[in-house]
């Protein structure tokens, strides 16, 4: 009985939360204190209704203090929806406008829930890091060391700005989430019922499934097609390896390197238009750019990922001799579209609506709503009310752990505009690397791997991007590329050692070494780690300049990434002696550091060397 009336509790709040994101996206945004507040307070009340003390998804019915715990977020989490215009008005930090009693322990009550609310939905090391943040706010006056030391605020003075203000909790970060980024997940969750995700899994076993190490390559495919509209890595290895992985291991790959290219494949969903991930959409904010221009300049970054991925996987089949499904086995393409294509019209209206203007939640309503339509052409894909529902449930289900990290990423956030963390790191990172463009995105990216440790990508590049972004436009780049920068690098935390989540998943579904599989995924990886770097010092592959400098910086990209899989794989159409091998990682070398003149000379011998191994190939 306490269950079921558990499990209706949950889905009455996940409908009402999705449809209170469904009609702000339609009839507009409420004031700032009350849209973020009200779908965090119906986050953390199913937080805690829905998973328990040690991380798990609660089968049985909730224990007495998390029914408590639930219960407790609605006045201590609603205080801003219901006095939003009083948090609105009011002079923060002043005399004017002190915190009560009451506000003061509200806001120490909802640190403290806030904090167990990300243990149990990502893990601990978030939660160090905010309570570290929270540690520099009370105690940064007694640091000896006078860069990062400032004047020190008392208990008052930081509930105020973290409970009270737009600085803290209630930020732009939540703000974020709480709109744009958690109507794209229902919408996702609607593709997901109507059937798209297994139309893309379908269209990539008919494209690639017969091809050399077919069911691999359908891994990149299905996972860049289903990642482009979840936009989350480890739910997309869970969505998409389930089929692809015992696919590869049926064909003769090891399970590490299926286990492996699942993850790779996974993670670059992240940066495959027309959604990509949720931090795709604080790029958009933090470098003060339209939606759409993102989705523009990752159109052939996401390319040449894949594309790159794709011929590793294709190099690795010939060496191996690894077949690929056995003929007919697999759904014609043109098929699989006439059965099924018209499920792809929502995703071309919201390019088309981005690309005229319209606001992404505008465009994610309609998109929505064109879904619903067009999903009643055949009874197999139909939206029917039991999957409308399932739908809203999903969508508000896979929201909350984005919202309760953005607003617990607001509490860093907060320290940074409080004490002046973020200008302090920002000049330290420039005074250690002498200014010098090279050491400044090194230690970046360090920072990146480093605070992405056992995070999901929007923490890692919040984290990253409020300090790392000033030190990078200060050595005159733009800050939109310097935001594409920490983007990518705040992705590798998902396959780099020691704690990568998306290749930790694989490897669970390959029943392989997790170690094994993670320097595996390194070794596939090689664009990954490069390709922030391309954007610095070639951006004419976001689309930026001329037409002549795209094109250019796009066949330097592409060579490169070529050369340095067939440097790793020691195989172009066939195996390559050690000469041919260092002609390839000096064509590699000269394209990435060279001048107009040595990367020209460096893509023609890198392409002559293509041409003869092809040649000779033939022949044989």
């Given amino acids: 009985m306490l269950l079921s009336f558990q499990n209706i509790t949950v889905k009455v709040v996940s409908i009402l939360l999705s449809i209170f994101l469904l009609y702000t996206a339609y009839f507009g945004t409420f004031y700032p204190f009350f849209q973020r507040a009200l779908p965090l307070t119906c986050c953390m009340f199913l937080v805690f209704l829905t998973i328990d003390f040690r991380r798990q998804n609660k089968s049985k019915s909730t224990s007495l203090i998390d029914f408590v715990l639930s219960l407790a977020c609605i006045p201590i989490f609603g205080y801003a929806v219901m006095y939003s215009d009083y948090l609105a008005n009011r002079w923060p930090m002043s005399r004017m406008s002190e915190p009560t009693t009451i506000e003061i322990a509200f ?48 208990l008052v003075d930081a509930i105020d700005h973290y409970y009270l203000t737009m600085e803290g909790i209630w930020g732009s ?32 076993n008919a494209i690639a499934g017969e091809s050399a190490g077919g069911p691999a390559k359908v891994s990149i495919v299905a996972s ?26 049926q064909v003769g790959y090891r399970p590490s390197f299926a286990g492996a290219v699942e993850a790779l494949a996974s993670n670059g969903g992240q940066i495959m238009p027309p959604i990509m991930g949720a931090a795709a959409f604080l790029l958009a904010s933090y470098a003060g750019v339209p939606y759409f221009e993102v ?31 056995p003929k007919g086995s697999t759904p014609k393409a043109l ?5 099924r294509g018209y ?22 309503f309609y998109a929505i709503f064109s879904l619903i339509l067009v999903s009643w052409i055949r009874p197999q894909t139909r939206i029917g009310v039991k999957a409308f529902i399932t739908a809203l449930v999903e969508g508000a289900n896979n929201s909350v752990l984005i919202i309760v990290v953005c607003a617990a990423v607001g509490l860093v956030v907060g320290t940074f505009t409080l004490t002046g963390l973020a200008l302090s790191i920002s000049s330290n990172i420039i005074n250690i690397t002498g200014g010098n463009l090279v050491l400044v995105l090194l230690l970046v990216t360090a920072a990146a791997l480093v605070l992405g440790t056992g995070m999901n990508t929007v923490a890692a590049f919040i984290l990253v991007s409020v300090a790392a972004v000033p030190a990078i436009t200060a050595q005159n780049i733009d800050v939109f590329p310097a935001n594409m920068f920490v983007f990518h690098v705040s992705l590798l935390s998902m396959i780099t ?7 930790f998943a694989g490897a669970a579904i390959a029943g392989a070494n997790m170690w094994e599989t993670a320097f595996q995924a390194m070794k596939l990886g090689t664009v990954a780690y490069i390709l922030p770097w391309i954007i610095i010092f070639q951006p004419g592959v976001m689309m930026v300049g ?18 340095l899989v067939c440097f790793t794989q020691s195989f172009i159409f066939q195996s390559i002696n050690i000469l041919q091998k260092i002609i390839l990682i000096l064509c590699s070398i000269s394209i990435l550091v060279g001048g107009t003149n040595l990367k020209i000379l460096a893509i023609i011998i890198a392409i002559s060397l293509f041409v003869y191994s092809w040649k000779i190939t033939i022949r044989k």
Wanted: proline residues 4%; charged residues 5%.
């Fill in 224 to 249: 860049g097609l289903v990642g482009s509209v979840t936009g989350s890595t480890v739910a997309n290895v869970y969505t998409t390896g389930q089929l692809s992985i015992p696919l590869m291991k």
């Fill in 335 to 339: 098929a699989v579209l006439g059965h």
């Fill in 107 to 154: 806001g120490i009550i909802a640190i403290i829930l806030l904090l167990e609310a990300v243990r149990r939905t990502i893990g601990f090391a978030l939660v160090a890091v905010i309570l570290l943040m929270l540690a520099y706010t009370m105690f940064g006056n007694i640091i000896p060391i006078q860069s990062i030391s400032h004047p020190g605020y008392s």
């Fill in 173 to 204: 970060t939540l703000g974020i989430a709480a709109t744009y980024v958690s109507l794209f997940v229902i919408f996702g969750a609607f593709m997901k019922v109507s059937g798209t995700t297994q139309f893309f899994v379908d269209l990539a």
């Fill in 497 to 503: 050692p020691p704690v990568c989540l998306a290749v």
């Fill in 295 to 325: 989705m523009k300049a990752s159109i052939i970054p996401a390319l040449l990922y894949f594309l790159t991925l794709t011929w590793f996987i294709h190099l690795e089949a010939k060496k191996q001799r690894l077949e690929g499904l």
């Fill in 546 to 563: 001329a037409v002549s400098e795209i094109i250019f910086d796009t066949l330097c990209a592409v060579t490169l990434f070529f050369s």
């Fill in 343 to 364: 499920l792809l019209a929502p995703l071309i209206l919201l390019i088309v609506l981005l690309a005229n203007g319209y606001s992404p939640l505008l465009s994610g």
